[in-house]
């Protein structure tokens, strides 16, 4: 059986020789909220992840064009990879240079070895898992997990927000849905052998 991430993948490539605006914009939808999960997770903003998925999308449009993508992985395993190698040489210049860029050549890009597109592959499983145990989880630990994690809401908004008595009442129940949460991942998802 031919799974459906290829049938779309191979869409996307042709629609991209075809040039299709409604491939890229497809490949825009499906891909980007797990670069803008990961650079927002790393110290970064929307800006800064749609920047990096702009950078990671044109090195793939252009090897797509040239009639040179390698591709070995899906694409969003591809994408992934590129986008984290790029967000984490941003994060290392800034953090060691704070004058001078460094040029990163397209063969710098691209994901390097076999190594690097498994351990995006295994992170993919991992963050499918994680938002099959979040459906799962139910109202009001989903939203308040949300609020806490993704959105940076302090302790004080939470309890002003959900109705506790006061913030202890809060962070008891944060720690009882993070622990349910825990148990429904686990139950999801599996560590590969």
Request: with cysteine; glycine share 4%; net charge negative.
């Amino acid at each position: 059986m031919i799974s459906k991430a290829l049938v779309t993948d191979a869409a996307i490539i042709e629609g991209i020789l075809q040039d299709d605006d409604a491939a890229l914009s497809r490949l825009y939808k499906l891909h980007f909220p797990m670069v803008l999960f990961f650079v927002q997770s790393n110290n970064g903003t929307d800006d800064d992840a749609k920047d990096i998925f702009q950078e990671a999308v044109i090195v793939f449009y252009e090897k797509i064009k040239a009639g040179q993508l390698e591709l070995n992985c899906q694409i969003k395993t591809y994408l992934y990879s590129i986008c984290r190698r790029l967000w984490l040489k941003r994060l290392s210049r800034s953090s060691r240079f704070s004058h001078g860029m460094i040029e990163d050549t397209e063969s710098e890009l691209a994901p390097q070895a076999d190594g690097d597109a498994e351990q995006a592959e295994q992170n993919e499983l991992k963050f499918e898992a994680m938002g099959n145990a979040l459906a799962q989880l139910g109202e009001p630990c989903k939203t308040l997990l949300e609020d806490f994690y993704l959105r940076s809401m302090g302790m004080p908004e939470i309890t002003e927000k959900f109705g506790y008595t006061n913030v202890d009442s809060a962070k008891n129940q944060k720690y009882k849905c993070l622990m349910r949460l825990k148990k429904l991942f686990f139950l999801d998802y599996q560590v590969p052998s």
